[in-house]
Structures are given as structure tokens and as C-alpha cells.
């Protein structure tokens, strides 16, 4: 579920920066038409919602890589290594041999599995830091501007 939330994070940081550049859009005024939204806030409002968006789609790619092999690893290890599914035994709980190695029993299995999640924890919160720091690139892009006069 972790991995899952990780990446409802990332359409809530574009979700950020939307608001903002949407709320530094203007329209022409009414009396004469002129428009003050100038072409240099259009380009740097594309480089805000480009530079979070690439970055959080990395990230995003990231996270889904990684959540699905820890998830399978942490699956494995939790199990005690059991592989019934690769030895054509239809089920059965097999011969015992460890997949992720040295037998050593269920408390060696759950201290083995409890490693595997922190390490996978700690990738996940360093993915997720790519899209933050395309966040904070976007903020900082978003509140330059040119007024036409």
C-alpha cells in the first residue's frame, strides 16, 4: 500500500502547481482588449507544469519499479522462501528449500523480511524526492513574472 500512496502524492504536487499557474493567468480586460499576460509568464508557467510533470513521471516510474520488486521480495522472504510455485508440485508447500538462502526457520524469516521492508521503504522515499525537488523547481518557475504595459 505504501507504494500506492507514493504515487497519489505525486498527482497531488501537480495538482500544487495547477492551482498556482491558474491562478497567475489573467485575462484581457474588457474596456480595450489589451492582454497583460505576457509571453515570457506563458513560457515560464509551460517550464513549471513540464518541469513538475517529467519530474514526477520519473518519479512515478520509479516508485512502481521498485514497489513491485519489494513487494515480490518481501512476499518471498515472508513466506520462508517457499518456491511450491517453481517446483511443479501443484501447490503443495515443497521440499522446503529456501529461495532467498539459509533456512534458519520463521524468526530469521521475519527479521530477514523486516530488513528487506525498511530498505525498500528508504528507496520509495528517495524516489518520491526526485518529484519534490520537481515541486519545488515548478514553485520557484511559477512565481516569475513579466507584466506588459
Known amino acids: 500500500i505504501v507504494p500506492i500512496v507514493m504515487a497519489g502524492v505525486l498527482g497531488i504536487y501537480g495538482l500544487i502547481v495547477s492551482v498556482i499557474i491558474t491562478q497567475?493567468?489573467?485575462?484581457p480586460t474588457q474596456a480595450d482588449s489589451t492582454n497583460s499576460y505576457?509571453?515570457?509568464n506563458a513560457y515560464t508557467h509551460l517550464a513549471a507544469g513540464l518541469?513538475?510533470?517529467l519530474s514526477c513521471l520519473?518519479?512515478?516510474g520509479t516508485i512502481g519499479i521498485l514497489g513491485d520488486a519489494g513487494v515480490r521480495a518481501f512476499g518471498i522472504k515472508a513466506e520462508n522462501g517457499r518456491k511450491w510455485f517453481w517446483d511443479g508440485s501443484g501447490g503443495m508447500e515443497g521440499d522446503g528449500d529456501d529461495v532467498m538462502g539459509g533456512g534458519?526457520?520463521?524468526k530469521n524469516s521475519a527479521e530477514g523480511a523486516n530488513k528487506l521492508y525498511v530498505g525498500m521503504l528508504i528507496?520509495?522515499?528517495?524516489?518520491e524526492a526526485l518529484a519534490l525537488y520537481g515541486l519545488i523547481v515548478a514553485l520557484i518557475l511559477s512565481q516569475h513574472n513579466y507584466v506588459c504595459n
Do not use: E, H, K, Q
Request: glycine content about 20%.
Open 104 to 106: 534458519g526457520g520463521a
Open 123 to 127: 528507496m520509495l522515499i528517495f524516489s
Open 24 to 27: 497567475a493567468v489573467v485575462p
Open 38 to 40: 505576457s509571453v515570457f
Open 51 to 53: 518541469c513538475c510533470g
Open 58 to 60: 520519473a518519479a512515478g
